[in-house]
Nanobody, 121 residues
Framework: QAQLAESGGGLVQAGGSLRLSCAAS????????MGWYRQAPGKERELVARTTSGGSSSYTDSVKGRFTISRDNAKNTVYLQMNNLKPEDTAVYHC???????????????WGQGTQVTVSS
């Protein structure tokens, strides 16, 4: 089994910055895509940003130019640098990773427990 542990959420004023981290641990053979999703109260979970093992990245339109996703493959960690935060960015942010735990098993998605990001106006 593998686990994902997020950190870095908190309360920040509009225009401020936060950096989220998500470290994968446990039985890991390889990690493909890693990404960040968020879910605001009363809304569906949405994809914020995603990065492949080769380093390609994609973002939802509302965060382009403000958020940057990166990963450290040696540390099995993905980051989300969030700048110029807006109140509408307030949500629980969840880390997601497609992990293969053994050469004999298929990869599957794992999720972190989530970290709260609150942006005050």
């Amino acid at each position: 089994q593998a686990q994902l542990a997020e950190s870095g959420g908190g309360l920040v004023q509009a225009g401020g910055s936060l950096r989220l981290s998500c470290a994968a641990s446990g039985s890991i053979f390889s990690i493909d895509d890693m990404g960040w999703y968020r879910q605001a109260p009363g809304k569906e979970r949405e994809l914020v940003a995603r990065t492949t093992s080769g380093g390609s990245s994609s973002y939802t339109d509302s965060v382009k130019g403000r958020f940057t996703i990166s990963r450290d493959n040696a540390k099995n960690t993905v980051y989300l640098q969030m700048n110029n935060l807006k109140p509408e960015d307030t949500a629980v942010y969840h880390c997601n990773a497609n992990i293969r735990t053994s050469v004999v098993f298929r990869s599957r998605d794992y999720w972190g427990q989530g970290t709260q990001v609150t942006v005050s106006s």
